[in-house]
Structures are given as C-alpha cells and as structure tokens.
C-alpha cells in the first residue's frame, strides 16, 4: 500500500525527494489512469515549467520503483499510483478506462510457471462501453 505521503512514499522507495516527484505522485493520487498530457498539464500548474522529458524521467523512476504502474491499454500509455490490486477494462470505442475489483478466486493461482515465479497478474478487459454501444445500434 503506497503511503498518502508523497516524501515517504519516495523515501521508502530509496528514491531521492524532488519537487516533480512529489508534484507527479500527487497528481496521479487526484487523477489516476492520467495520460502524459494530463499529468503534464497538473504538474506544471504547479511547478511551472517542466519539460516532457522530465515528467517522463519521472515517471519512469517511479515506474521502475513500483511507486506507479504503467497501464499498457494502448497509446497513449496511462499511469496510476500502486495501491490495492484490480483489474481494468478499456472500451475499444473511445478508449475510456475503469477499474474493475478483482474477484482473487476467479484468478488461476499460478505461483510458479515456466520456472517463474509469479508475483503480478494483470488482467485487461475489452469490450464497448454504453456509449459506444449506443452509437453501434443508432448512428
Ligand atoms: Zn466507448
Ligand atoms: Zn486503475
């Protein structure tokens, strides 16, 4: 579970505290599954200027650190702060992403396979949410 702090969330990680660590972790905790653009736009109301370069030089430290996961749902690429595990379902429509609850026992408990062993599932849905299907039965 990622601390509400943003220091010692960055702290417990061994990551060095920064003004655009801090400014992108708080951001993603008031809007998570944000794109690039969106962070981008949040930080720098914040910080003022900060390069795209630097929000993804941040990013992926904090990627690479677990402090955020990378949402590979197709371009552009989403990011949301680690916290409880679920799942996610993307309309193929619009794009349009939500959370879903993990229901564990429905999971195949797979410890151990190939040689591996497991300790991240992820599982993506697609489908067409209810405006997309709307727009299928009445263009
Ligand atoms: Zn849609
Ligand atoms: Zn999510």
Do not use: W
């Not at 410890?111 to 949410?129: A, K």
């Amino acid at each position: 579970m990622l601390p509400d702090d943003p220091v010692t969330a960055l702290r417990g990680a061994s990551l060095r505290v920064t003004k655009q660590r801090i400014a992108v972790l708080t951001a993603l905790a008031h809007h998570p599954h944000a794109d690039v653009d969106l962070l981008g736009r949040v930080v720098r109301e914040d910080l003022g200027s900060v390069s795209t370069q630097a929000l993804y030089d941040v990013l992926t430290a904090l990627t690479d650190a677990r402090l955020v996961r990378r949402l590979d749902t197709g371009h552009p690429a989403r990011f949301e702060l680690r916290g409880h595990d679920h799942d996610h379902v993307v309309c193929r429509g619009c794009g349009v992403l939500a959370d879903v609850e993990r229901d564990n026992s429905a999971l195949p408990h797979l410890p151990q396979v190939h040689g591996f062993r497991v300790d991240e599932t992820e599982v993506l849905h697609r489908g067409l949410c209810p405006r997309c299907r709307t727009r299928v039965h009445h263009p």
